[in-house]
């Protein structure tokens, strides 16, 4: 396809953090963050779903959300965002861990608005209210959820809840086999799809992306071939490409594909900071 037209708006949910280098340098990151801003550098229209701070880190991201053009919709008046280190050590949690059912009510969605929801806020205590708000959603609201390497912190009753073919459930290998059980990753994926009425996608690296549904036969969507300089972000960056294709109204496989071209960017360079816009990927990926 030699255009793209991304209409629906994708509600992110989720931190934006700051993130320090060895060498001291001050950065914005954050799955979600990460995933919103490679939604807009495919001018997806976002709706911006992660707490600003009252503090020096909340005043940065706030002003980095501007460059993108995502306006500020949840404050934290009395808490600053929190910060970490770049290679993943832990620093200080912030604002982007604290919800309650007021601050979700003033989100606008509309019958078209696809939701992206990071596992960073979902498991655990602080991640209730964003629990319960998700499983009181309209039927038919299409959202993706990527629980990470927090999947094994939510249980069965919140699966259950989620029971209904509207929600995507994204998973690379090692959150696969840990959700869904040892063996065949797709064969243990298409099972828990089939038990639970959810779709799996299951990021298997270079073994390419399966859609498994449960119903019919898992489908695969082979992965692109790059010289792999950083891993970091890549996940992130697939769930943007993923929901770029459902917002321009394609369907899931080539939704799928697209996710695969802006992760295989990604990786193909230093960091999550510089993802793909369109015509980037249609230079590199000009046969697809």
């Not at 939604?39 to 501007?66: D, F, K, Q």
């Not at 993108?68 to 982007?96: A, F, I, K, T, Y």
């Not at 459930?169 to 298409?190: S, V």
């Not at 390419?208 to 790059?226: E, F, K, L, R």
Request: net charge negative; proline share 5%; aromatic share 6%.
């Amino acid at each position: 396809m030699s255009e793209f037209l991304a209409i629906k708006p994708v509600l992110v949910l989720g931190g934006a953090v700051g993130e320090v280098t060895p060498t001291q340098e001050r950065r914005i990151g954050g799955r979600a963050f990460n995933v919103a801003r490679a939604l807009r550098r495919l001018e997806a229209p976002v709706v911006n779903g992660m707490p600003v701070g009252n503090g020096e880190w909340g005043a940065t991201i706030e002003a980095e959300m501007a460059r993108l053009g995502l306006p500020v919709l949840l404050r934290h008046g009395l808490m600053d965002n929190g910060w970490r280190q770049s290679n993943g050590e832990p620093g200080e949690p912030g604002c982007e861990t604290q919800w309650n059912k007021a601050q979700l009510a003033m989100l606008p969605l509309t019958e078209d608005t696809l939701i992206y929801l990071s596992g960073e806020q979902l498991a655990g205590e602080n991640g209730e209210a964003l629990r319960e708000w998700l499983t009181r959603l309209p039927f038919d609201q299409r959202r993706l959820l990527d629980p990470g390497m927090h999947v094994g912190l939510l249980d069965e009753d919140f699966f259950a809840m989620l029971s209904d073919s509207h929600t995507l459930l994204t998973l690379n290998r090692d959150e696969t086999a840990r959700l869904c059980g040892a063996g065949d990753a797709i064969d243990a994926a298409q099972r828990f799809a089939a038990a639970h009425n959810l779709t799996l996608i299951c990021r298997l690296g270079r073994d390419g992306v399966w859609i498994c549904d449960g119903q019919s036969g898992p489908q695969h969507i082979a992965a692109y071939a790059v010289e792999e300089v950083d891993v970091v972000g890549a996940g992130d960056a697939h769930c943007a490409g993923l929901l770029a294709g459902l917002s321009a109204g394609w369907p899931l496989p080539q939704a799928v594909d697209l996710a695969n071209r802006v992760a295989a960017c990604v990786v193909a360079s230093a960091g999550a900071a510089n993802p793909p816009d369109w015509r980037q990927l249609q230079r590199r990926f000009n046969a697809a």
